[in-house]
């Protein structure tokens, strides 16, 4: 059985806290920085990336290819000023792919 890492990308004050939980943490400051990151981890068998909405605003192709694979799960996170709603808007469009309806916020597909 494989043990799979998770990992966190994004600007240093908005993944600090991932730290204290034991997510391995990159913090970087550009989107070209998070490609780099991004390509490494899926080398080193990472199987969950969290990134903020902020940096995967610049790499929308590189993570809705990796949406496509079965690992690693990619997912989008606000960043410490807030959230873009990119994220949950993203974690809806998947519930209502897979069962046909939004069950979020109800609305049938």
């Known amino acids: 059985m494989s043990t799979y890492k998770i990992a966190v990308i994004g600007d240093k004050d908005s993944i600090l806290g991932f730290k204290t939980i034991g ?5 970087v400051t550009s989107t070209q920085a998070a490609l780099d990151t991004m390509k490494k981890l899926v080398s080193d068998q990472y199987g969950v990336i969290f990134i903020t909405e902020a940096l995967a605003q610049g ?28 994220g949950i808007e993203q974690i809806r469009s998947n519930v209502e792919k897979a069962i046909g309806a939004d069950i979020l916020f109800r609305k049938e597909g």
């Open 23 to 27: 997510v391995d943490t990159f913090p």
């Open 59 to 86: 790499m929308e192709d590189v993570i809705n290819e990796m949406h496509k694979r079965y690992l690693p799960a990619v997912v989008l996170i606000p960043n410490s000023r807030g959230t873009q709603g990119i």
